[in-house]
T-cell receptor
């Protein structure tokens, strides 16, 4: 168990709908990362938040948005869903330790199926 | 061309074999190199972490980085059926106050049969 929790574990929805994925980082971790894993693209970075502020953006569609709240949990909102959005969505968290070696710890993922 | 290339396999070996997994990359700015293991329907878990070039050993696992060739490897000695998983290489260029985004290979699916 990495200490990162994600809810829900599974989500089945229809095209055009909107869903919200939730992530709680490990205690003390200030950074939250969102990744999408699909069979054809592998693990792709979407977005990073650090202590409530957006830090970096990757291949995130305009239909997707995220935020990190004061208690450091994060939500990823996916709207106008398309069949191609079906994938595993992972959240990871990290903290920069004093010795300089940083680790991203991944949650168990949310499996999204768009029908 | 993807920034990180990894042969997806699948790779099937008998128990006790030495396994070699590899990735190549194109971005010379990458400084931090990692190997993650992902069991079916689970999140990736960190196996090895290496900064810049060189070797790192941890039990049955050895990670090698050759920045001049833009090539990284993971060796698994005395492989066990419990090593059956997908192995993902990952790398990053950022440092600052956090590691920054990771660039992943597609993953190599490994099966170790008894």
């Amino acid at each position: 168990d990495s200490g990162v929790t994600q809810t829900p574990k599974h989500l089945i929805t229809a095209t055009g709908q909107r869903v919200t994925l939730r992530c709680s980082p490990r205690s003390g971790d200030l950074s939250v990362y969102w990744y999408q894993q699909s069979l054809d693209q592998g693990l792709q970075f979407l977005i990073q938040y650090y202590n409530g502020e957006e830090r970096a953006k990757g291949n995130i569609l305009e239909r997707f948005s995220a935020q990190q709240f004061p208690d450091l949990h994060s939500e990823l909102n996916l709207s106008s869903l398309e069949l191609g959005d079906s994938a595993l969505y992972f959240c990871a968290s990290s903290v920069a330790p004093r010795d300089g070696q940083e680790t991203q710890y991944f949650g168990p993922g949310t499996r999204l199926l768009v029908l | 061309q993807k920034e990180v290339e990894q042969d997806p396999g699948p790779l099937s070996v008998p128990e006790g074999a030495i396994v070699s997994l590899n990735c190549t990359y194109s971005n010379s700015a990458f400084q931090y190199f990692m190997w993650y293991r992902q069991y079916s329907r689970k999140g990736p878990e960190l196996l090895m972490y290496t900064y810049s070039s060189g070797n790192k050993e941890d039990g049955r696992f050895t990670a090698q980085v050759d920045k001049s060739s833009k090539y990284i490897s993971l060796f698994i000695r005395d492989s066990q059926p419990s090593d059956s998983a997908t192995y993902l290489c990952a790398m990053s260029a950022d440092r600052g106050s956090t590691l920054g985004r990771l660039y992943f290979g597609r993953g190599t699916q490994l099966t170790v049969w008894p």
